[in-house]
Every structure is written in C-alpha cells, then in structure tokens.
C-alpha cells in the first residue's frame, strides 16, 4: 500500500514539475531583429494583460495571437511574426490608452498597428494612409515610435524608412492624433548616425 502511495505522489510530483516547465518555456520573451524568421515551435511572450503567441503557418508566413486568458480565444489574430510590443499613453489629457504591435511581415518590412486599449480589449485606431484589403497600420523598414512633438500633450507617431548603402539617411512620416485616426501630415528626410545593412 506504501509503494503505491509513494508511486502515485512521485507521479504527481512529476505530472506538476512537467507542466510548470511547459509554462515557463511558452512564456519566455522573444527576441527577434527585423528580417529573422521564427521556427515553428510554438513561443509566446507576456505583455501586460496580454500574452502574445506567434509560430509559423507555412514556410516564411507568421501568424501572431493575442490572448487575454490562455484558455479563450484570441482576442487578435494577426499575419506576421511578432516583433514587439508596448503600451503608449498617447493623448495625456484625455487618459486614451493605446497598445501598439509590430510585425514582422516579410523580408525587412515592419508593419506597426495600434489599438485603443480599455478594460482588457482592443480597438484597431486606423491609419490616414493604410489600404484594407492591402495593408493595415503602416508599413516600414525602420519601424515606428512615438513622442510628443509639438508639445500639446498628444504623441504624434514617427514612421522611418531607412535608405541603403550608401546613404547614412531615412524618410519620417508623421502621423497625428485627432481622438479617432492616426493622420498623416508631414514627411521629411533626416541623416542617421549609422548605414543600414
């Protein structure tokens, strides 16, 4: 009777350890440079609320999850591998909170989305210069950030596309916030202090 007991906490022992480590390795921060493809096996990360799952559907074609409780449903699912993630107070005034991923979508390119973020879910903030049934968000080969420009409290998002050898440049796009879509209202090239490769 000892030998069972003793059998079946050892099993259990075993059972728990098993599924602890199956957790700790889902959940482990995904690092990843622009143009890096992701295996297949399954990986995740946690942002917040958020844990974020990508792995491969095909050769070289990403899909991207968002999940607020790993036994539900995405609340989005994404084309893409995932790049990275954050939170951005965007209009400081008005408290909008706002979620914004990267994707990596092929080759260099980043394709940036953002989202109003409020009691757990997210709503897609459109971009003046997206083409649906194209592309959503914006599309770059520097990616995106954000920071309050003309210092009204709201952050304007910075999109860069690098130039190539060469050429030490990149264009910046400039998108504003009006309460409801990013716009699109200014462009200018600047000089970087490296070459892109």
């Known amino acids: 009777m000892i030998r069972f007991l003793l059998l079946g906490l050892v099993i259990i022992i075993f059972v728990v350890a098993s599924a602890k480590n199956l957790y700790t390795n889902s959940s482990q921060e995904i690092t990843q440079s622009p ?15 958020f844990e974020i799952h990508s792995f491969e559907i095909a050769p070289v ?14 609340v989005l699912s994404l084309d893409g591998f995932y790049y990275g993630s954050r939170f951005i ?6 408290g909008i909170k706002t979620f914004e991923i990267e994707l990596n979508t092929g080759g260099k390119l980043l394709t940036s989305l953002v989202y109003r973020y409020k009691d ?19 599309v770059s080969s520097g990616g995106a950030e954000f920071k309050d420009m003309d210092n009204d409290g709201i952050k304007e998002m910075l999109v860069y596309n690098r130039y190539y050898p060469p050429e030490a440049k990149r264009t910046v796009a400039v998108y504003k916030f009006d309460g409801q879509t990013l716009n699109k209202y200014q462009e200018y090239e600047e ?3 490296y070459i892109y490769y």
């Open 35 to 49: 143009g890096e493809q992701l295996s297949s096996q399954y990986r995740a990360t946690k942002n917040g609320p």
């Open 61 to 74: 074609l990403g899909r991207t999850e968002i999940f607020t409780n790993r036994f539900t449903n995405p």
């Open 89 to 94: 107070d965007l209009d400081i005034q008005s």
């Open 120 to 138: 757990g879910s997210l709503t897609r903030i459109p971009v003046s210069t997206e083409k649906p049934g194209g592309y959503l968000g914006t």
């Open 191 to 193: 000089s970087t202090a």
